[in-house]
């Protein structure tokens, strides 16, 4: 494992730390930028074209927008050393017509999106405007990517594609978000998410009494899941999210649907979860002589690696040099692509906040040299000096 704080005393290095620490200023106001350029969800396009341009002017490599909608760029080292991927997500679960304008109140930051993920993006931005300011060459190559997808029923779009693509050249991953910035995240929450459209013969409300309803249906499926025992150990959860059906109050309806969220750590679990959720689903619509059909929406990998694995190790041993506290803790991040691959990866954050997915969203300024040291440190310890 690398000696982080012998590290830090490189002189190219120790520029590169001190550059952060001149640009604050500078770092902030580039996530103000990217945070009021709207990000929906498969809107992503105008915030993307915006970092691979900024891509360019740093002097990436291979800098592209890839099929899956990522700004994409190399840099690259100067061989002999494993690669690393590096993505920040660039969606947001806000809708088009939010607004997104950034307000400064004392050190705050305060908008929608400005923890989750505008200020990740501006410090991969400023991380390597760092070393390419103090002359920092790696042995490995840095594959960096702002991705798509990564909110909602983004289904992790962007870093599968991604990672399917450099999976062969890289060592490991760091997936960067804003808040947290003490946190290391090593095992992913695994998800599987189905829309669920239960369809029944219907009619008027007295004249075809008692007619299935497919409103009934999925009443009575809900019912059923709610009741699921699941583990503790490993945690697995399930939650029906979304529901639509009918037309009018005197109308049977025809048509009902929903979304049904399932989640666990590990991948059996969450199988056996599954497996249960659609035979309740089966069973329901055929007692009420309806028809359900089925639409996967959602396929997030499950994975980790041990907290004593060198990538983890070395993650801690980064923020032991910079007096940040560490916890672990698992979570669903771009980080559960490469994990699901059985890959090392990581997830690093940048700043405090607080309130992240609310309108009242907001990220502190004063941790966020901090932030962009943590990951510069830990890309230069996983790439190798060059």
């Known amino acids: 494992m690398p000696d982080i704080a012998n590290l830090m005393l490189n002189p190219a290095v120790a520029n590169a730390l001190a550059w952060v620490d001149a640009h604050v200023a500078e770092i902030v106001d580039e996530a103000i930028r990217i945070c009021e350029i709207p990000a929906p969800t498969f809107e992503e396009v105008e915030r993307a074209a915006y970092v691979r341009r900024r891509f360019a002017e740093l002097g990436l490599q291979d800098v592209t927008i890839d099929a899956a909608g990522n700004a994409r760029g190399r840099r690259p080292?100067?061989?002999?050393?494993?690669?690393?991927?590096?993505?920040?997500?660039?969606?947001?679960?806000?809708?088009?017509?939010?607004?997104?304008?950034?307000?400064?109140?004392?050190?705050?930051?305060?908008?929608?999106?400005?923890?989750?993920?505008?200020?990740?993006?501006?410090?991969?931005?400023a991380m390597v405007e760092a070393m390419n300011a103090a002359g920092i060459t790696t042995a490995g190559d840095l594959y960096l990517a702002s991705d798509t997808g990564?909110?909602?029923?983004?289904?992790?779009?962007?870093?599968?594609?991604?990672?399917?693509?450099?999976?062969?050249?890289?060592?490991?991953?760091?997936?960067?978000?804003?808040?947290?910035?003490?946190?290391?995240?090593?095992?992913?929450?695994?998800?599987?998410?189905?829309?669920?459209?239960?369809?029944?013969?219907?009619?008027?409300?007295?004249?075809?009494?008692?007619?299935?309803?497919?409103?009934?249906?999925?009443?009575?499926?809900?019912?059923?899941?709610?009741?699921?025992?699941?583990?503790?150990?490993?945690?697995?959860?399930?939650?029906?999210?979304?529901?639509?059906?009918?037309?009018?109050?005197?109308?049977?309806?025809t048509e009902a649907d929903m979304l049904v969220d399932m989640r666990s750590v590990d991948t059996r679990s969450l199988a056996d979860?599954?497996?249960?959720?659609?035979?309740?689903?089966?069973?329901?619509?055929?007692?009420?002589?309806?028809?359900?059909?089925?639409?996967?929406?959602?396929?997030?990998?499950?994975g980790s690696i041990s907290a004593d694995h060198p990538v983890v190790q070395t993650c801690r041993a980064v923020h032991r040099a910079l007096g940040i506290p560490t916890f672990n803790e698992a979570s669903s991040t771009d980080a559960n692509v490469p994990l699901g691959m059985g890959l090392p990866g990581v997830c690093l954050s940048i700043t405090e906040g607080a309130n992240e997915h609310r309108l009242d969203e907001y990220i502190e300024t004063g941790p966020i040299p901090t932030g962009v040291k943590n990951i510069l440190l830990a890309a230069v310890a996983l790439t190798g000096k060059g």
């Open 77 to 125: 080292g100067t061989g002999g050393g494993p690669g690393l991927a590096m993505a920040a997500h660039l969606d947001t679960v806000f809708p088009k017509g939010t607004d997104v304008k950034v307000k400064r109140q004392g050190t705050r930051l305060l908008a929608p999106g400005i923890g989750d993920n505008s200020v990740a993006i501006a410090s991969l931005l």
């Open 150 to 253: 990564e909110e909602g029923l983004g289904d992790l779009k962007g870093m599968k594609a991604f990672m399917a693509e450099v999976k062969e050249r890289v060592g490991a991953t760091i997936a960067v978000e804003g808040m947290k910035v003490n946190r290391i995240i090593h095992v992913a929450v695994g998800s599987r998410r189905y829309k669920v459209t239960f369809t029944a013969r219907g009619g008027h409300s007295w004249g075809h009494f008692p007619s299935p309803s497919a409103i009934h249906i999925m009443g009575r499926a809900i019912a059923e899941i709610s009741r699921l025992e699941v583990p503790t150990d490993p945690k697995t959860t399930y939650n029906v999210g979304v529901i639509h059906g009918g037309t009018t109050v005197n109308t049977i309806a």
């Open 273 to 302: 979860l599954e497996r249960r959720v659609l035979a309740i689903v089966t069973n329901a619509a055929k007692e009420g002589d309806g028809q359900a059909k089925l639409e996967m929406v959602g396929d997030r990998p499950a």
